[in-house]
């Protein structure tokens, strides 16, 4: 894979030491791309953990019965996977550690290959899970760790898991070329909204921010914070709430289209600013987006995804092909300036220039923990504090960090401006040995 | 293994027709042609290629003047190893209606909330009312006649937001999802745009996320991240031991069995 210019995984690497590989649906390359960076991590002697969202590496597709491609690991390779699962690896694999997550395939143990050779993963199914998975693996000595998204789910790329994101789209998304670039353009605006910046002086937030929170901010830096059951069943009494100085919504939750509809159903959408966690919590019908954003409305969140690659698979399960290179330009030029892979073909378009600290980002300023990468087959130096994104800050860290810092600049490890609200729902991992 | 006295190899097992491992079966099929010798024809060519001996329409019909309808008989030439079939199940102990409710009586000791619907366009109700109702299904009540459970069946054609949005409210267990309706695949979206809402929402590790249809299996619910799948043939009794077991494994109050 390894040509003249970087290759996917140079562009992983440079973006830290963890990655998510999420796709636009079922069938769209997850499992190849994954392969790629992984084979590419191996390559580069770098000790790997791999995880999955869903399940990934079986024999056969559960809803379509075609044949997939394995995940196939390096020897000495950690990965997380249920029980049942772990039976039907073609490489020797022993247990290493327990965690305490269990799904109808049974328990969520870490295993180590023993040799080179195909397996399956599958089984952590929730962002606890696939988080205290990925720290176990990091405990055990993985320097790398990969998690491989479920079907068209897209919540292992949030920020408090992974470091980088690659979306696997193709062929099996739409029927023509036209359909799969606009619905790939659609989820890159979606996952790459832009990094909201806490304004300077505001006090927007005096406590941590839990699932039911709501916080309206002003335009003169005062805020307002509001508890409901759900902002899905209270949809139209939030949007009330929303006086003429309301400049910022911050939620905890999801942000859906009923929310958003309300609110143009009010006229305030024009000068206002959604803002959520990250991008894992829109779910929201596209046509419901496009009208907000039409009539002048802003999303923003506060960790940004990082998306670093976008891979295209030209074939669909029901046997069309489309033109590789005309995929591949296209969704490029969609998605520019993100790089954009066929990891089969071999062919990659939007490359930073050699020397060039990494991908330009168009969500991200300045952000830490890109190091340059020239190709160079040795470890990157991010590689060495590998733990950043996986900050088990507790609910009480938070209010102190916050209370101390919100809107203060270059202040905290959250980096300039940015707020210290929790990445995810995490609390420090369990984990227990194999009984 | 042996059957009716007659050696049968279940690495190589073939259809039952009239004599073990004849390989005959019954199919039935529709073609979008008239009616007609060169339909018949057609109808055994394509039984041919898949993997039929002997083919012969026994029976066929015209419907509508354009289609036609046909019933066929044919030799399977093929078979399948049946020792390495291997089908993912749920680690539960099956229980009665009165075993699940001193069940949940003792090991949690207080009612489990349940909410479930149908949800995106579909507005085939039949599984869920079977697992949900009052009056059950095959002879079996459903779960809104257990003491011991609280029951939301919210109907058909639910948004995944109006579900979540009851689960919070009532503060649920379990969500149930039934999805018939999987034509061009749309209850694999659904299914994982509700599963996305609950992560988002913050209440995935609070709840037992269920999905139920024809075309759905356990292999599924792990791949889009659910707790269990339902398929074809399952009974009130069957959701409701999972539920009432799977809660108190959680709740740190019970252990399934070791399995073999």
């Keep these: ?435 | 293994m042996t059957v009716s006295g007659v050696n049968l190899d279940l690495t190589r097992v073939r259809p039952y027709g009239d004599t073990l491992d004849d390989g005959w079966v019954q199919m039935s099929l529709t073609l979008p042609v008239p009616s007609g010798p060169e339909a018949t024809r057609a109808a055994e060519a394509l039984c041919e290629k898949m993997g039929l001996d002997d083919v012969r329409v026994v029976y066929s019909r015209d419907i509508a003047g354009t289609f036609t309808f046909f019933v066929v008989y044919g030799k399977c030439v093929h078979s399948v190893d049946f020792t390495a079939i291997k089908v993912s199940k749920v680690n539960m102990r099956h229980m009665t209606f009165d075993e699940i409710n001193e069940f949940i009586a003792t090991c949690i000791g207080r009612k489990i909330v349940v909410v479930a619907a149908c949800t995106g366009s579909d507005a085939h109700t039949v599984g869920i009312d079977a697992i949900i109702n009052m009056k059950g299904y095959a002879g079996e009540y459903g779960l809104e006649r257990y003491p011991w459970f609280v029951a939301y069946n919210l109907g058909s054609q639910v948004p995944n937001e109006a579900l979540v949005a009851k689960a919070i409210e009532v503060g649920a267990d379990a969500i149930l999802v039934s999805q018939v309706v999987t034509q061009k695949n749309v209850h694999i979206d659904n299914l994982t745009n509700l599963a996305e809402l609950v992560e988002a929402e913050g209440i995935r590790d609070k709840v037992l996320l269920i999905m139920g249809g024809p075309r759905i299996d356990h292999e599924l619910a792990v791949e889009l991240g659910y707790d269990a799948g339902f398929g074809p043939g399952t009974l009130p009794s069957h959701v409701g031991a999972f539920i009432a077991q799977e809660l108190a494994r959680r709740m740190g109050v019970w252990a399934p069995a070791e399995k073999a």
Aim: contains cysteine.
């Design chain 1, 1 to 435: 894979m390894r040509g003249p210019g970087l290759d996917i995984t140079d562009i992983v690497l440079s973006a830290g030491s963890s990655v998510a590989v999420v796709g636009m649906a079922k069938n769209c390359g997850k499992t190849v791309t994954l392969g790629a960076i992984l084979e590419g991590v191996a390559t580069r002697g770098i000790p790997v953990g791999v995880a999955s969202a869903g399940r990934d590496g079986e024999d056969v597709d559960a809803v379509t019965m075609l044949p997939k491609p394995p995940i196939w690991l390096p020897e000495g390779a950690l990965f997380a996977t249920a029980e049942r699962l772990a039976a039907k690896a073609r490489a020797p694999i022993e247990p290493v550690a327990a965690t305490r997550h269990t799904s109808a395939l049974g328990r969520l143990l870490v295993y180590r290959a023993i040799a080179p050779g195909k397996v399956e993963v599958g089984g952590g199914n929730s962002a606890a899970a696939a988080h205290d998975a990925v720290a176990l693996m990091r405990r055990l000595g993985a320097r790398f760790v990969a998690i491989d998204g479920a079907a068209g789910r897209k919540f292992s790329c949030a920020p408090s898991l992974v470091e980088a994101t690659v979306l696997a789209t193709g062929a099996a998304l739409a029927a023509t070329m036209e359909g799969v670039v606009r619905r790939t353009t659609r989820a890159v605006r979606t996952l790459t909204v832009p990094e909201w910046m806490c304004p300077a002086g505001a006090e927007a937030l005096s406590a941590p921010l839990s699932h039911r929170d709501v916080v309206f901010i002003r335009g003169d830096a005062s805020s307002r914070r509001i508890v409901v059951p759900s902002v899905l069943a209270r949809a139209d009494e939030v949007a009330r709430a929303l006086t003429e100085d309301v400049e910022t919504v911050l939620l905890g939750g999801a942000l859906t289209g009923g929310f958003l509809r309300a609110i143009l159903k009010r006229g305030r959408a024009s000068g206002l600013t959604v803002v959520v966690r990250d991008a894992t919590r829109i779910l929201v019908e596209p046509g419901d987006l496009d009208r907000f954003w039409s009539a002048g409305g802003q999303v923003a969140a506060v960790h940004p995804v990082r998306l670093v690659a976008v891979t295209t698979n030209p074939t669909a399960p029901d046997g069309r092909l489309l033109d590789p290179a005309a995929l591949l330009d296209g969704v490029a030029h969609a998605v520019a300036p993100v790089p954009a892979f066929d990891v089969v073909a071999g062919i990659a378009r939007n490359l930073p220039a050699a020397g060039e600290a990494g991908p330009a980002m168009p969500n991200r300023s300045g952000a830490g923990g890109r190091i340059g990468v020239h190709g160079a087959p040795a470890a990157p130096a991010a590689l060495a504090a590998p733990a950043a994104a996986f900050d088990t800050a507790t609910d009480t860290a938070i209010v102190a960090a916050v209370a101390a810092g919100a809107g203060r600049k270059g202040a905290s490890d959250h980096g300039p401006g940015r707020l210290a609200v929790p990445r995810g729902d995490e609390e420090p991992p369990r984990e227990g040995g194999v009984a």
